[in-house]
């Protein structure tokens, strides 16, 4: 590589380095605002260094009244193994509703549930509207049956504070999870068991088990390191926050929105340095130095990579290290880093290319990214709402940020490779069209 | 072109949308000189040494600096000059050796003759003791050192200055003319635009005179004043329009040239002692009171008015 554009590059992230304006919109406002959530959620109180969300309280009404084709007795030694593995009593597996009951119980979601079980539905009613419980959840009567067997539907009652917001979205957020897995769970076992029919095979409650276990084995099969029957998601946020829980929980997805965000604005705050460069005389001045334009122009491009690596790295490493965030297993975040810092720069660079002049940067920032940016997140405030997720999952897409989100919150949910490297190619693709017409206009500018 | 041949400029035009800013523009400069580039705000100065600079390609024509084409050469042709620009190009926010080791390292320069040259040009543009002050602190003259001793770094055979004093107290003003003398005294062609006639006066060994884009004349001082001849300039202006004495004015004998420039009238005459009697006479008949006189040698300004009717104003 040419030392010039070394040069031009170091030069420019020294500036970067020495703005305060600067520094204050790299890292001051991601960390600020995530740093505002763990404060908000009892972060740095001190002993506990974990989740210190009060607890919602949750009454649970169990009418399940269980299946046959799940009895706990009859179990194999292989499945009954693998209930266990998953944290589930063998001998409640003939109840789904037992299930759904140990998991909200878990460990893993001792810290913000505290769950008792009533006998009585219209008594706990009562306890809900006078404020003492927080949410009352009923398991109805053909819970495992609707589960088991093809065609039978049952819903389940979630009965809250309406003045309260977070509690509820919290366990509304868990058993929707908790059904998610078990609807697909569901539809597998139909479209076995109904070819199986066809085929004139007997179908008995060993089958539906043997067939249970085949999907409980399949992620194994496709390399996945989860084993567990169920996976519980962070109560807030999109990612599927294995390494995180409680505090963590939440706040992994705010700061993997905050710095996908904000290294789109820093990327474009960067790159904006070639129109004041212009404007002051100094890239001119480059001009007339015996460098070729190509050298000056990726110069100037990689001062804005190198300013979002340390920005994005910086980021990483003060979320890990202060607010505890895992972001994943260290190929697919260095790949998901590299990711986000290719797109937000040649974002930059794209959006640049279309502005007369500096002045004009406002418009970007104020407009084009803020606007995209928040779309491109909306997952850190809709995954609360597995409804609103799903459109939002789609929606985000249609915005650069929301592929690199995307990327984030799989390398958090430590998602299978395969799965993070179609959407990495989403943020190649998306780079080389940035890059390409950024350049092209940018060099045609310049001649 | 010449071997002794600096720039060699070959029918320029360059055009910006409807706009000709440089129109057939050809000049030579010669090694070891120093030429000035003459001209009014919007005469084609800039256009022209952006080109030379290689910042521009022309519509037409060519240019050669040093022996190397700006269009088939323009590394070669850059790395033989210093570029002084008529903004400030600087980074405001880097300290004067920053800057300077910065610029210092576009044009090539590494290690121990970076940094030797860096402190050369420091005592030349005398900012020395100031080496690590931010640029954004310093005062306008100061800037206008840094400015220069950036395009001083590459020891460039050509200096391509544009109005290098706009703007700035007379004392830097002073400073740079003497800079410039100095440069060219240790060997650098000196390539200068300005729209201050007494610099191109001053420091020129060869003025081009620009207009709209044009090239209305080239040579040294004394040949330029004798294309206006023996002719005194004066600059009268009067208690009430102009318009009423003009044609009067004209008709006086002696009178060449009368022309009216933001309020006052300027004229061209043979023998200014001989023309000013008749000049306020006729005034008066007119009801006009002539409130000022001023009576100018043979120089650029009264060439540039011969030639274009107009006041080359500063």
Sequence with gaps: MNMQVLDIALKDLRQSFRSFFALA?????????????????????????????????????????????????????EFANRLTQAGIDPASA???????????????????????????????????ESGEVDVLLVIPENFSQAVTTPGVRASLELYQDPALTLGPGIVKSIVSQFIDGLAGTKIGIEVVLGQLTQAGVPIDGSLVEEVLLGFLAAPDQSGSEDSQLLVARGPVGGGQ??????????????????????????????????????????????????NPQATILTGKYLSVFLILSVQVTVLLLFARYVFGIYW???????????????????CGLFLISFLKNSRQAGVVFGGVLTFSGMIGIMSVF???SPAASGVTDVVSLFVPQGW??????????????????IFLGGVLVWSWVFFGVGILRLRRRFE | MSDESAISARGLYKSFGDIQAVADVSFEVRAGEIFSLLGPNGAGKTTTISILSCL????????????????????KAKAQMGVVPQEIALYEDLSARENLVFWGKMYGLRGAALNSRVNEVLEVIGLTERDSGRVGKFSGGMKRRLNIGIALLNRPRLLIMDEPTVGIDPQSRRNILDSVKALNRAGATVLYTTHYMEEAQELSDHIAILDHGKLIAYGSHEELVRIVGELDRMVLTLSAEPDRVVSAWRDISGVRQVDIENGAVHLLVEDSNQALPALIEAAGRAGVRVTSIQIQEPNLEAVFLHLTGRALRD
Excluded at chain 1, 103 to 108: A, E, K
Excluded at chain 2, 56 to 63: I, Q, T, Y
């Design chain 1, 382 to 384: 809709t995954a609360s």
């Design chain 1, 404 to 421: 690199s989100m995307r990327t984030v919150e799989l390398a958090m949910g430590s998602a299978p490779i395969q799965e993070l490297l």
């Design chain 1, 241 to 290: 926050a294995r390494g995180n829980s409680g505090l963590a929980g939440i706040l992994g997805p705010i700061m993997g929105g905050m710095m996908v965000l904000y290294a789109f604005f820093t990327g474009a705050a960067s790159a904006q340095t070639i129109l004041t460069e212009a404007e002051k005389g100094t890239l001119p001045r480059l001009f007339t130095t015996p």
């Design chain 2, 56 to 75: 521009l390609k022309p519509d037409r024509g060519e240019a050669w600096v040093m022996g190397h084409s700006v269009l088939a050469e323009s590394q």
């Design chain 1, 328 to 346: 994943g297993q260290p190929l697919p975040v260095l790949l998901v880093a590299l990711g986000l810092i290719l797109l937000a720069s040649t």
């Design chain 1, 25 to 77: 919109f790299m890292f001051g406002v991601p960390i600020l605002v995530t740093g505002m959530f763990y404060f908000m959620f009892g972060g740095g109180g001190g002993e506990d260094e974990g989740f210190n969300l009060p607890r919602t309280f949750l009454s649970v009404v169990n009418l399940d009244q269980g299946s046959q084709d799940l009895s706990g007795s009859g179990l194999s030694p």
């Design chain 1, 94 to 128: 003939g109840s789904m509703g037992e299930v759904l009951l140990d998991f909200l119980r878990s460990d893993s979601l001792a810290e913000i549930l505290e769950v008792s079980i009533v006998p009585d539905e219209a008594s706990a009613r009562k306890a809900v």
